[in-house]
C-alpha cells in the first residue's frame, strides 16, 4: 500500500471519529494537525532495512507540532497515528512528561476512541519498574516494618540505618501498619500493586523498601513471580497496538526491549517540551565519597556467594573492594583540600553547599584517584556480572531452589547499582573535552548529617540536544512532538536545538493555533512596581502589598504563581487574618485535596485562591470560574544557581555567544507561556493575567517574551 493511500485512510478515519462524537465542533487546526500525523507517519521506513542487499536507506519522517490550548491534539495525533499502526501491522508508543496525562490518556481518552474506531485495538499503560510494588519485599517487610534479615539483607546503606536510628517509635509502629494494610489489600485483590493507585500515595522514603528494582529482581525465577503485578502489566503490553509511556521511561530503557522497538513503530511524545530536561536529568550522575560501608558489604556478599557457585573470577573481589574505600575516602579529603572553604562558608539552609568546576577542568590532584576508582569500579563490576550469570544458570537448572536463590541474588542486586554509579560518574568526571568541543557540567557538594560530613561528587552533560541525537534520534524513524509550548518568542528554533533536531532534515514544523479569541477572553495587566525586580527585598515587599490589593477582589477561583519558596513565604506571612481562610497554599494538603477544595470552594460561590509554584504554572487544567485570574509575581527564569545551567552560560561565553539571549530568554519564554495558558482553558472562558514584574513591558528581551505569549489585551498599571 501506498504512502498516499495509507495517510487517505488514517485521516478517512479521524473524520470518521470526529463526526460520530456527540456534540463534536468542526476544528480547522485540529484537521490541520491530523494531516501533519498522517503524512508524516505514512511516509517513516519501518523495521530493519538490509542497506548491503541493495535497499534503499530507510526514510526518517519527524513533525514538530505546536498545538494551542482547545486544537483537542489528543484525538488528533491518536486517530490517525492507530489507523496507520494497524494498516501497517505495527504499534504507536505515546511518551508523555507526567502519569496524570498518562491516566488521562489511558482512562479517558483511548477509552472513548477505542468505541469510536471502525477497528478494535488494544492499549496499555506502561510505567517504570520501581512505581510498582514488590511482593517479595512487602512480605518481608510487612511482618515488622524493616528487613528480616537486617544484619544480611539491609536493602540500604549507612543512610538509611542513620535514618531508623532516629525514627520515633510511633512512626516504626505506623510504618509496620502500613506495609501490613498494603500486604493484606494486595493479596485480596482491592489493590493492584501499582504506587500511583493508593488512595494518598506514599512518600518516597516509604515507598523504596518496597519498590520493585530491576537489579535485585529475578524475573520469572522469582518465587512470587506468578503474583506479580509489575510483569503482569508487561503481559499486557504485549497484545497491546498503543503504548502510552513517559518520557523518563522512554529514555531510560534505550535499548532495553522493555518498550517497542523505536525502529518499527510509531513515537508520539506529548509534553515534548520536557523532553530535554528530561535527557540531563537521565544522563547526570554522582556518586557519595563519604559514606562508603555499602562497598564492604557488596564485597562480602560476593565473595560469599560467588564461593557457593564456584566463580573464579571472585579472586580480585578483595583488592577492588579495598582500593575502592581507599580511593572514595582519597578523593573525598582531597575535594575538602580544594573546595572545603568555598563549601564551608556557604549557608545550609537551602539544600547541600555546592561548588562547580570551572570549564569542567578538574584539579591535576583528582586525576589519577577517579581513573584509579574507574578501574576498580569495572574490575569489581565484571566479577559481580560473573556471579549474576551463575546464579541465573543455577536458576534454570535448580527451580525447586528458586527462593533461595533469588535471595542471593537481591543481595548483591540490591548494592550493585552504586557501583554502577560509581563507576559511571567516575568516566563522566574524567571526560576531557577536546578544545573547543562542550565540556560535561562538574560540581562537588557539601551536607552535614547530624555529625557526619557528606560529600557527593557530581557530573552531567550540558547539552540535551546532543544526548538525544545520539540515543533516541538515531533509532527513530517515525515520530510527532507536540506541546502547546514549542516555540520560543515565536520560533521553533529554541526547542529544536534543546531536542537535538535543529537542523535534521527530516524534520518539519507545524504551529496551530489556538481556536480561542485571546484578545476578546482575556487581559494582561502588567501591574509594575516602583522596585527593580531584581532588587529581591524591596521588590518582594512592593509586589506582596500590590497582590494582597488584588486577590482581596477575587470573586471565584484564582491562581498565583511563585518563583522561590521565599517569596511564597513571605506572601503567605502577609496574608491578614480575613484573607486566609481564603488562601490554599501548595504542599500544605496533598495537590489532589487541595485541588477538591478549591472546586468545592468554588462550586459553592466562595472565592478561592491558590498559592503555588513551578510544578502548578503547567498541567493544572481549572476551567471557567476555576481560575478567573491568574497572577504571576515575577517573571520565572531559572534558578541562578543551576550547576548545568551555570556551566553551560559559561561554556557559551567562552565561544563567543550570549547565554541570556540564546538560553535564558528562550526557556523563560516556554515557562512563561505554560503559566499564562492556565488562564483560558475553554471557548467560553473569562480571565486576567496579572504580571508584576516591569521587564516585561520596560525591557527588549520582555517584548520578545511577550510575543510568545497569547494575544490578550494588554493594560498597563502604574504602581500603586
Given at each position: 500500500m501506498s504512502q498516499q493511500v495509507w495517510a487517505a485512510q488514517a485521516l478517512e478515519s479521524f473524520?470518521?471519529?470526529?463526526?460520530?462524537?456527540?456534540?463534536?465542533?468542526?476544528r480547522a487546526g485540529q484537521r490541520l494537525m491530523a494531516e501533519q500525523v498522517a503524512r508524516t507517519f505514512s511516509s517513516a521506513t519501518l523495521g530493519k532495512v538490509d542497506e548491503e542487499s541493495g535497499e534503499d536507506a530507510p526514510t526518517r519522517s519527524i513533525a514538530v507540532i505546536q498545538a494551542g490550548t482547545g486544537v483537542g491534539k489528543s484525538l488528533a495525533y491518536c486517530a490517525p497515528a492507530i489507523a496507520l499502526a494497524l494498516s501497517r501491522g505495527t504499534r504507536v508508543l505515546i511518551s508523555t512528561a507526567t502519569v496524570a496525562l498518562q491516566e488521562q490518556l489511558v482512562n479517558k481518552d483511548l477509552p472513548a476512541l477505542a468505541a469510536l474506531m471502525p477497528q478494535p485495538f488494544k492499549f496499555a499503560l506502561a510505567k517504570g519498574r520501581g512505581r510498582y510494588v514488590c511482593k517479595l519485599k512487602l512480605d518481608r517487610l510487612a511482618g515488622t516494618g524493616e528487613a528480616e534479615e537486617e544484619a544480611d539483607d539491609d536493602l540500604f546503606a549507612e543512610e538509611e540505618a542513620a535514618a531508623r536510628a532516629k525514627r520515633p517509635r510511633h512512626e516504626t509502629e505506623a510504618r509496620i501498619q502500613f506495609y501490613s494494610t498494603m500486604a493484606q489489600t494486595l493479596s485480596k485483590g482491592a489493590w493492584d500493586g501499582d504506587r500511583d493507585s493508593l488512595d494518598t500515595p506514599p512518600e518516597p522514603e516509604v515507598w523504596s523498601p518496597v519498590a520493585a528494582e530491576g537489579a535485585s529482581c529475578t524475573g520469572k525465577h522469582c518465587p512470587a513471580f506468578s503474583q506479580c503485578t509489575y510483569y503482569d502489566k508487561r503481559k499486557e503490553l504485549v497484545g497491546a497496538q498503543v503504548i502510552v509511556a513517559n518520557h523518563d521511561l522512554l529514555l531510560s530503557s534505550?535499548?532495553?526491549r522493555v518498550l517497542p522497538e523505536l525502529d518499527n513503530c510509531l513515537l508520539v511524545l506529548d509534553e515534548a517540551h520536557h523532553l530535554p530536561s528530561t535527557a540531563l536529568d537521565q544522563f547526570a550522575c554522582s556518586m557519595d565519597l563519604s559514606r562508603i560501608t555499602w562497598i564492604e558489604r557488596l564485597a562480602s556478599r560476593g565473595l560469599r556467594i560467588g564461593a557457593l557457585l564456584e566463580v573464579e573470577e571472585i579472586a580480585d573481589i578483595p583488592k577492588h573492594s579495598a582500593q575502592l574505600r581507599q580511593t572514595l575516602q582519597d578523593l573525598a579529603r582531597i575535594v575538602m583540600d580544594v573546595y572545603g572553604a568555598q563549601l564551608k562558608s556557604q549557608p545550609s539552609a537551602w539544600g547541600p553547599a555546592r561548588v562547580r568546576v570551572p570549564r569542567g577542568?578538574?584539579?591535576?590532584?583528582?586525576?589519577?584517584?577517579?581513573?584509579?576508582?574507574?578501574?576498580?569500579a569495572e574490575g569489581f563490576l565484571d566479577a559481580l556480572r560473573a556471579i549474576s550469570k551463575a546464579l541465573r544458570a543455577e536458576m534454570r537448572d535448580k527451580p525447586d531452589e528458586a527462593k533461595r536463590l533469588s535471595t542471593l541474588y537481591a543481595?548483591?542486586?540490591?548494592?550493585?547499582p552504586r557501583l554502577e554509579e560509581l563507576h559511571a560518574t567516575a568516566q563522566l568526571l574524567l571526560q576531557d573535552a577536546p578544545e573547543g568541543a562542550v565540556p560535561a557540567a562538574k560540581w562537588f557538594t557539601l551536607e552535614v548529617d547530624g555529625d557526619f560530613i557528606v560529600v557527593k561528587a557530581h557530573a552531567s552533560p550540558i547539552l540535551?540536544?546532543?544526548?538525544?541525537?545520539?540515543?533516541?534520534w538515531s533509532a527513530v524513524r517515525g515520530a510527532v512532538l507536540t506541546s502547546a509550548t514549542l516555540t520560543s518568542c515565536g520560533h521553533f528554533d529554541f526547542f529544536l536545538r534543546e531536542a537535538g533536531l535543529h537542523g535534521d532534515e527530516a524534520t518539519t514544523t507545524?504551529?496551530?493555533?489556538?481556536?480561542?479569541?485571546?484578545?476578546?477572553?482575556?487581559?494582561?495587566?502588567?501591574?509594575?512596581t516602583r522596585a527593580d525586580p531584581k532588587n529581591a527585598a524591596q521588590f518582594t515587599t512592593e509586589m506582596v502589598d500590590a497582590l494582597l490589593h488584588d486577590i482581596a477582589r477575587v470573586e471565584y477561583g484564582a491562581l498565583v504563581l511563585f518563583t522561590s519558596r521565599e517569596q511564597m513565604r513571605q506572601a503567605v506571612d502577609a496574608l491578614p487574618t480575613a484573607m486566609r481562610s481564603v488562601v490554599l497554599v501548595q504542599n500544605a494538603l496533598p495537590r489532589t485535596q487541595l485541588l477538591r477544595r478549591h472546586r468545592e470552594r468554588v462550586d459553592n460561590g466562595e472565592p478561592s485562591v491558590i498559592f503555588g509554584m513551578q510544578s502548578f504554572g503547567e498541567g493544572l487544567d481549572l476551567p471557567g470560574r476555576l481560575c478567573e485570574s491568574v497572577f504571576i509575581t515575577k517573571l520565572p527564569f531559572a534558578?541562578?544557581?543551576?550547576?548545568?545551567?551555570?556551566?553551560?552560560?559559561?561554556?557559551?561565553?567562552?565561544v563567543g555567544r550570549d547565554p541570556f539571549s540564546e538560553l535564558v530568554v528562550p526557556a523563560t519564554a516556554i515557562r512563561l507561556a505554560q503559566w499564562v495558558g492556565r488562564a483560558?482553558?475553554?471557548?467560553?472562558?473569562?480571565a486576567h493575567v496579572y504580571c508584576y514584574d516591569k521587564r516585561l513591558v520596560r525591557t527588549s528581551y520582555g517584548q520578545r517574551l511577550l510575543k510568545g505569549l497569547p494575544p490578550f489585551a494588554l493594560e498597563q498599571r502604574a504602581p500603586l
Amino acid at each position: 500500500m501506498s504512502q498516499q493511500v495509507w495517510a487517505a485512510q488514517a485521516l478517512e478515519s479521524f473524520d470518521a471519529v470526529v463526526q460520530a462524537t456527540e456534540g463534536f465542533r468542526s476544528r480547522a487546526g485540529q484537521r490541520l494537525m491530523a494531516e501533519q500525523v498522517a503524512r508524516t507517519f505514512s511516509s517513516a521506513t519501518l523495521g530493519k532495512v538490509d542497506e548491503e542487499s541493495g535497499e534503499d536507506a530507510p526514510t526518517r519522517s519527524i513533525a514538530v507540532i505546536q498545538a494551542g490550548t482547545g486544537v483537542g491534539k489528543s484525538l488528533a495525533y491518536c486517530a490517525p497515528a492507530i489507523a496507520l499502526a494497524l494498516s501497517r501491522g505495527t504499534r504507536v508508543l505515546i511518551s508523555t512528561a507526567t502519569v496524570a496525562l498518562q491516566e488521562q490518556l489511558v482512562n479517558k481518552d483511548l477509552p472513548a476512541l477505542a468505541a469510536l474506531m471502525p477497528q478494535p485495538f488494544k492499549f496499555a499503560l506502561a510505567k517504570g519498574r520501581g512505581r510498582y510494588v514488590c511482593k517479595l519485599k512487602l512480605d518481608r517487610l510487612a511482618g515488622t516494618g524493616e528487613a528480616e534479615e537486617e544484619a544480611d539483607d539491609d536493602l540500604f546503606a549507612e543512610e538509611e540505618a542513620a535514618a531508623r536510628a532516629k525514627r520515633p517509635r510511633h512512626e516504626t509502629e505506623a510504618r509496620i501498619q502500613f506495609y501490613s494494610t498494603m500486604a493484606q489489600t494486595l493479596s485480596k485483590g482491592a489493590w493492584d500493586g501499582d504506587r500511583d493507585s493508593l488512595d494518598t500515595p506514599p512518600e518516597p522514603e516509604v515507598w523504596s523498601p518496597v519498590a520493585a528494582e530491576g537489579a535485585s529482581c529475578t524475573g520469572k525465577h522469582c518465587p512470587a513471580f506468578s503474583q506479580c503485578t509489575y510483569y503482569d502489566k508487561r503481559k499486557e503490553l504485549v497484545g497491546a497496538q498503543v503504548i502510552v509511556a513517559n518520557h523518563d521511561l522512554l529514555l531510560s530503557s534505550l535499548g532495553a526491549r522493555v518498550l517497542p522497538e523505536l525502529d518499527n513503530c510509531l513515537l508520539v511524545l506529548d509534553e515534548a517540551h520536557h523532553l530535554p530536561s528530561t535527557a540531563l536529568d537521565q544522563f547526570a550522575c554522582s556518586m557519595d565519597l563519604s559514606r562508603i560501608t555499602w562497598i564492604e558489604r557488596l564485597a562480602s556478599r560476593g565473595l560469599r556467594i560467588g564461593a557457593l557457585l564456584e566463580v573464579e573470577e571472585i579472586a580480585d573481589i578483595p583488592k577492588h573492594s579495598a582500593q575502592l574505600r581507599q580511593t572514595l575516602q582519597d578523593l573525598a579529603r582531597i575535594v575538602m583540600d580544594v573546595y572545603g572553604a568555598q563549601l564551608k562558608s556557604q549557608p545550609s539552609a537551602w539544600g547541600p553547599a555546592r561548588v562547580r568546576v570551572p570549564r569542567g577542568e578538574l584539579p591535576e590532584q583528582l586525576i589519577a584517584p577517579l581513573g584509579l576508582l574507574a578501574a576498580s569500579a569495572e574490575g569489581f563490576l565484571d566479577a559481580l556480572r560473573a556471579i549474576s550469570k551463575a546464579l541465573r544458570a543455577e536458576m534454570r537448572d535448580k527451580p525447586d531452589e528458586a527462593k533461595r536463590l533469588s535471595t542471593l541474588y537481591a543481595q548483591i542486586g540490591m548494592l550493585a547499582p552504586r557501583l554502577e554509579e560509581l563507576h559511571a560518574t567516575a568516566q563522566l568526571l574524567l571526560q576531557d573535552a577536546p578544545e573547543g568541543a562542550v565540556p560535561a557540567a562538574k560540581w562537588f557538594t557539601l551536607e552535614v548529617d547530624g555529625d557526619f560530613i557528606v560529600v557527593k561528587a557530581h557530573a552531567s552533560p550540558i547539552l540535551p540536544g546532543t544526548t538525544l541525537r545520539n540515543h533516541l534520534w538515531s533509532a527513530v524513524r517515525g515520530a510527532v512532538l507536540t506541546s502547546a509550548t514549542l516555540t520560543s518568542c515565536g520560533h521553533f528554533d529554541f526547542f529544536l536545538r534543546e531536542a537535538g533536531l535543529h537542523g535534521d532534515e527530516a524534520t518539519t514544523t507545524l504551529e496551530v493555533p489556538s481556536p480561542f479569541n485571546y484578545a476578546a477572553q482575556g487581559t494582561l495587566i502588567a501591574a509594575e512596581t516602583r522596585a527593580d525586580p531584581k532588587n529581591a527585598a524591596q521588590f518582594t515587599t512592593e509586589m506582596v502589598d500590590a497582590l494582597l490589593h488584588d486577590i482581596a477582589r477575587v470573586e471565584y477561583g484564582a491562581l498565583v504563581l511563585f518563583t522561590s519558596r521565599e517569596q511564597m513565604r513571605q506572601a503567605v506571612d502577609a496574608l491578614p487574618t480575613a484573607m486566609r481562610s481564603v488562601v490554599l497554599v501548595q504542599n500544605a494538603l496533598p495537590r489532589t485535596q487541595l485541588l477538591r477544595r478549591h472546586r468545592e470552594r468554588v462550586d459553592n460561590g466562595e472565592p478561592s485562591v491558590i498559592f503555588g509554584m513551578q510544578s502548578f504554572g503547567e498541567g493544572l487544567d481549572l476551567p471557567g470560574r476555576l481560575c478567573e485570574s491568574v497572577f504571576i509575581t515575577k517573571l520565572p527564569f531559572a534558578p541562578p544557581d543551576d550547576p548545568v545551567g551555570e556551566a553551560r552560560a559559561e561554556w557559551l561565553r567562552a565561544v563567543g555567544r550570549d547565554p541570556f539571549s540564546e538560553l535564558v530568554v528562550p526557556a523563560t519564554a516556554i515557562r512563561l507561556a505554560q503559566w499564562v495558558g492556565r488562564a483560558i482553558r475553554t471557548e467560553e472562558d473569562q480571565a486576567h493575567v496579572y504580571c508584576y514584574d516591569k521587564r516585561l513591558v520596560r525591557t527588549s528581551y520582555g517584548q520578545r517574551l511577550l510575543k510568545g505569549l497569547p494575544p490578550f489585551a494588554l493594560e498597563q498599571r502604574a504602581p500603586l
